[in-house]
T-cell receptor, first 114, second 110 residues
Framework: DGGITQSPKYLFRKEGQNVTLSCEQN?????MYWYRQDPGQGLRLIYY???????QKGDIAEGYSVSREKKESFPLTVTSAQKNPTAFYLC?????????????FGAGSRLTVL | QKEVEQDPGPLSVPEGAIVSLNCTYS??????FMWYRQYSRKGPELLMY????GNKEDGRFTAQVDKSSKYISLFIRDSQPSDSATYLC??????????FGGGTRLMVKP
């Protein structure tokens, strides 16, 4: 089945540690996104990539980094510079633009900082 | 003021009720209006989207857009316990970027 796989589903991190969240898609989508979800705040865009080897900052990129070396993969690193990293992280992708920009989401990764 | 406002709920209704979920927005440049459903500890999934003012129906779900009032709604008829989820509105601008509402948590009780 085509879809987006995020791992790990749950992750615990000590303060000062970097962690990397994995996102893999087999939908042959060009564009990929990372969102952060906090209670009551909706989804906020961290980074997005519309093509391999290129990515742009979203609204809350500080303390995060990404890479896009392969079309299928868009890992997110939460660095120690992110002051409040505990959140639910969602990866998404979209196909070629044709009308609405409909996102397909993964199941998410929940990061907790101890 | 947030660009997209959505009452967080929770909204609790009995099975079979008609549910109305709403979002208001401030940016008149939004052109696509979407509704996503998110079950607990899962990623959101698209329910439906509309482009222009008016109504769009899909089974028990109806999306309504009033651009003049900057107000969008999602109606659920004959609500079921399986409809219990968080409903997120998402509005797309001309640059294909989405702005999400905070989500409304709906609980449908048997």
């Amino acid at each position: 089945d085509g879809g987006i796989t995020q791992s790990p589903k749950y992750l615990f991190r000590k303060e000062g540690q970097n962690v990397t969240l994995s996102c893999e898609q087999n939908l042959n989508h060009d564009a990929m996104y990372w969102y952060r979800q906090d209670p009551g705040q909706g989804l906020r865009l961290i980074y997005y990539s519309q093509i391999v080897n290129d990515f742009q900052k979203g609204d809350i990129a500080e303390g995060y980094s990404v890479s896009r070396e392969k079309k299928e993969s868009f890992p997110l690193t939460v660095t120690s510079a992110q002051k409040n990293p505990t959140a639910f992280y969602l990866c998404a992708s979209t196909g070629p633009p044709s009308g609405a920009n409909v996102l397909t989401f993964g199941a998410g990764s929940r990061l907790t900082v101890l | 003021q947030k660009e997209v406002e959505q009452d967080p709920g929770p909204l609790s209704v009995p099975e079979g009720a008609i549910v109305s979920l709403n979002c208001t927005y401030s940016n008149s440049a939004f052109q696509y209006f979407m509704w996503y459903r998110q079950y607990s500890r899962k990623g959101p999934e698209l329910l439906m989207y509309t482009y222009s003012s008016g109504n769009k129906e899909d089974g028990r779900f109806t999306a309504q857009v009033d651009k003049s009032s900057k107000y969008i709604s999602l109606f659920i008829r004959d609500s079921q316990p399986s409809d219990s989820a968080t409903y997120l509105c998402a509005l797309e601008n001309a640059g294909n970027m989405l702005t999400f509402g905070g989500g409304t948590r709906l609980m449908v009780k048997p």
